[in-house]
Structures are given as C-alpha cells and as structure tokens.
C-alpha cells in the first residue's frame, strides 16, 4: 500500500535556528497537509497545500513558517527561526480527490528545540 | 462548545467486551467524518469513514446523527491490539476542508 513518508525521523536544533522538515506524499494525490502535535495534546491542523499554493493556514502557520513542493515529489515544511514552543511531532498527510476522501498520514518527524 | 469533542476515558475494558465513542461536533456545515486510531507517539492511521447511513467494518461501526451533531464508533469483541487513542475528525465544512481533530479517547483493552 502507498504511504506517506518524512524525514527526518528525529531533528535536535539550536533556538533561533532554521529546520526544514521533508516529506513525500503518495504519488497521484493533490492535497498535502501539516500537522503538529505537542506531546500529551491533541493534532493541530498548520496549513494545506494544493495546487501549488496555500489554499488554508490556521493562526499557528505564522511567518516562520513556510511551505513548498520544490519538486514533483517532496513537500517541504521551513521553520526559519525556531522557539521552544516549536518542539512537536509534525505531520505531513496527503489525500486524493474529492472533500471526503481522507487523510493518510506519514509517520511523523519529532522536533526538538534546545 | 469545542469543535470536536471527545470524552478523553481511560475506557479501561476486558478483552471481548463491546465499548463504544461518543463525539460531538459544534459545525452544522461539517460534512466529512472520520474515525482514526492513534498509538502512543505514532501517527494517527484511518479507522474508517462515517457514512450518513452509518457503517461498519468487521468489528468497528461507525454512525452519525446530524440533527444532534454526533459521531460514534462501535467496538466489538474487544482485542487487546485495540488499545490506542481514538480520534475524531471532522471537516470543517462551509467552504473549507480542513479536519478538526479531537482530543481523543484513551481505549485501554486488558485480558
């Protein structure tokens, strides 16, 4: 079965310094998504991607972040300058088309901010 | 009222028992629902769809009640490999198609 992969599995970084979180969706889906999860806490939607731009962003997706699908495979997540507060479980997803096709995840990348 | 809500248990349940989820939505617009299940520092993985005329899946029946603004998930014959995290994912609807995850409910399956 297709799956969504992310690297890298584990990133340790130095406040104030810039990560890039990688991703690659399965193949023939459109939609990509990002995703955070504070250990104890619940999924936190960031932002979607379709068409090559951001079609919705929530309050968290500030301008330290950013996105991109610099090729037809990866889908990139930037942090520019990182804060503790950053230090979470990210997810990428990606699903086919139609509203109520759902979401497959990967298995996520730990950022840990010292 | 949250978007999503879920009753955070421990369901603490023996093997072979039948437990069932409650979760309710605060969007009368949502118009996709979704079960998933989420180990411990894992990724959350699809469970299943929630179909307006209800549905199941071996031993998981999902159903919905819009006019109370509702999703449940059934559990049968409880296996201990179904100890996990249950979340509930709705669509925000109105336009847009971003999921709302809940907090989850915590499914604790002992023999």
């Known amino acids: 079965e297709p799956e969504v992969t992310q690297t890298p599995s584990h990133q340790v970084t130095q406040m104030g310094q810039e990560v890039i979180l990688r991703c690659v969706p399965i193949s023939n889906h459109l939609y990509f998504y990002w995703y955070r999860q504070i250990l104890g806490q619940k999924v936190e939607f960031l932002v979607s991607f379709y068409n090559n731009e951001i079609s919705e962003k929530s309050e968290i997706f500030d301008d330290q972040f950013s996105v991109e699908r610099p090729d037809g495979s990866n889908f990139t997540l930037k942090i520019r300058s990182t804060k503790l507060e950053d230090s979470a479980m990210y997810f990428c997803a990606s699903r086919g088309q139609g509203q109520v096709q759902p979401q497959h995840f990967g298995d996520g990348t730990r950022l840990s901010i010292l | 009222r949250k978007e999503v809500e879920q009753d955070p248990g421990p369901f603490n349940v023996p093997e072979g028992a039948t437990v069932a989820f409650n979760c309710t939505y605060s969007?009368?617009?949502?118009?996709?629902f979704f079960w998933y299940r989420q180990d411990c520092r894992k990724e959350p993985k699809l469970l299943m769809s929630v179909y307006s005329s209800g549905n199941e899946d071996g031993r998981f029946t999902a159903q919905l009640n819009r006019a109370s603004q509702y999703i449940s998930l059934l559990i049968r014959d409880s296996k201990l490999s179904d100890s996990a995290t249950y979340l509930c994912v709705v669509n925000k609807g109105g336009g847009s198609y971003i999921p709302t995850f809940g907090r989850g409910t915590s499914l604790i399956v002992h023999p």
């Open positions: 969007n009368s617009a949502s118009q996709s």
